[in-house]
């Protein structure tokens, strides 16, 4: 387990490295890329080129195999630039991840080569129309026709929506009128953009992430070789959940990173806004806020450093740890920085200061990645079993 009280010297110097890289690269951009919806490909490629797209990917495939503690540090350090733009890389290293662990030879030869340094993009396809918390009732079938799968169906609210090349996409291949209608029904296949048949939705208006391109996919007849399924049939739903555990300590990571950015903004701001003739930090009700954010924030990033010390080493509880992790840093996160835009006073209401975009940015990590509710539900199932 790793020493939760100090990080060491190579973790010290990844975080350095993501660090100078979001001040170089993402934080000048990140107004920019959200006004304008804009997806920084050519910063996404960059991140990759430091390893950023294969950060829990085995070195054998070209990955840069971190524990998910570092993994936490870097999407905590991109984020205090651009949560919209971490999290789609997060998005990347999951489905990418889960090729690299439960693929056989042949597909990760395929595809992760490409994968790893960004060249080529990876989304995970789980939500639908009819179910983003229920995601084992998913509808979109996979029938088995020779060598091949014949895939139809529509996935909903898909991060990297086409604009991805490679869709880690959870199907059914179990029949429900004979067994086959749940979780064990569900299978995982990559799937290409430009395989006949794939089609994209708009781009969704969202009210943030808008670095992030998101989209409905949708499979009309799709044949996908038998080649490209991930593992057993039957096993896709176990990969999916097992790649969220990394996913939300991501998302959790993110809440983080840009809850310190608006921290680090409110510090800076109450000590030059003058009323009353003094600084706003002069006034208790200023210090008692900042002393909550500092505090709510060192909590959740103590225990989401913990919780990604238990998924690394494959702890019993880490699913649990990684979903009260996620709930706590996601929550905590957008409280923090609803204080930032209060200190900020009408000033955080306006685009001329980078509060507003957090505010936005953050608030999608309580639904996402499974709901702070569904947090809950995994929570106190785990604690009454
Ligand atoms: C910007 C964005 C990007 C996304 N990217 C991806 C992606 O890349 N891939 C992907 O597969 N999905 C993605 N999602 C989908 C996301 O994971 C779902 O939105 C999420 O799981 C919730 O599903 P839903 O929106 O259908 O809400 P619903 O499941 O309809 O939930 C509605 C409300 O009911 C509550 N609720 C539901 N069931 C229960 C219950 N049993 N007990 C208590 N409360 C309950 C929920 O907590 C929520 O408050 C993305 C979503 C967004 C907004």
Redesign the pocket.
């Known amino acids: 387990m790793t020493d939760l009280f100090s990080l060491t010297e190579d973790q010290l110097a990844i975080q350095e490295m993501a660090r100078r890289f979001t001040a170089d690269a993402i934080t000048p951009k990140a107004a920019e890329w959200d006004e304008t919806k804009h997806f920084p490909r050519d910063v996404v490629r960059q991140a990759g080129e430091l390893g950023f797209g294969a950060i829990y990917i085995s070195e054998e495939m070209g990955g840069i195999n971190l524990g998910r503690l570092e993994s936490a540090l870097i999407f905590e350090a991109l984020s205090y630039g651009c949560p919209s733009t971490a ?1 789609f890389i997060s ?1 990347h290293n999951m489905a990418s991840w889960i090729i690299d662990k439960f693929g056989d030879d042949q597909l990760k030869q395929r595809y992760l080569p490409q994968l790893v340094g960004m060249e080529k993009l990876g ?7 009819g ?5 084992a009732a998913l509808k979109t079938t996979a029938r088995l026709e020779g060598d091949h799968y014949v895939v139809n169906g529509t ?7 086409g604009v991805n090349d490679f869709y880690v996409t ?1 199907v059914r291949t179990g029949d429900p009128s004979n067994g086959g209608g749940g979780a064990k029904g569900i299978s995982c296949l990559v799937i290409e953009k430009d395989q006949e048949g794939v089609s994209f939705g708009a781009n ?1 208006k ?1 009210l ?2 808008n670095s ?1 391109p ?1 989209a409905q996919v949708s499979f009309d007849n799709v044949k996908v070789p038998v080649e490209n399924r991930v593992g057993a049939e039957g096993d896709g739903f176990k990969f ?1 959940m097992a790649g969220l555990d990394g996913g939300r300590l991501n998302i959790g990571a993110c809440s983080l990173g840009g809850a310190q950015r608006c921290l680090d903004e409110a510090i800076a701001y109450a000590k030059d806004r003058q009323q009353f003739g003094k600084p706003i930090a002069d006034f208790q009700n200023t210090q008692f806020t900042l002393a909550d954010m500092a505090t709510n924030l060192e909590a959740a990033r103590a225990l989401l450093y913990l919780a990604a010390a238990k998924v690394t080493a494959g702890a019993p509880d880490k699913t649990r740890f990684a979903a009260m992790a996620k709930r706590l840093a996601s929550d905590n996160g957008s409280q923090i920085v609803d204080q930032a835009l209060q200190i900020f006073g009408g000033y955080g209401y306006l685009r001329d200061y980078p509060i507003e975009r957090f505010w936005r940015d953050l608030r ?1 990590h309580r ?8 947090m ?2 995994i929570i106190g199932r785990d604690l009454l079993k």
């Open positions: 999290a998005v989304s995970y396809c789980l939500t639908e129309p179910s983003g918390s229920d995601a996935k909903q609210f898909i991060t990297g929506g959870m969704e969202k943030g992430w992030s998101t999916a999608v639904i996402l990645e499974g709901t702070n509710e569904v809950r539900m």
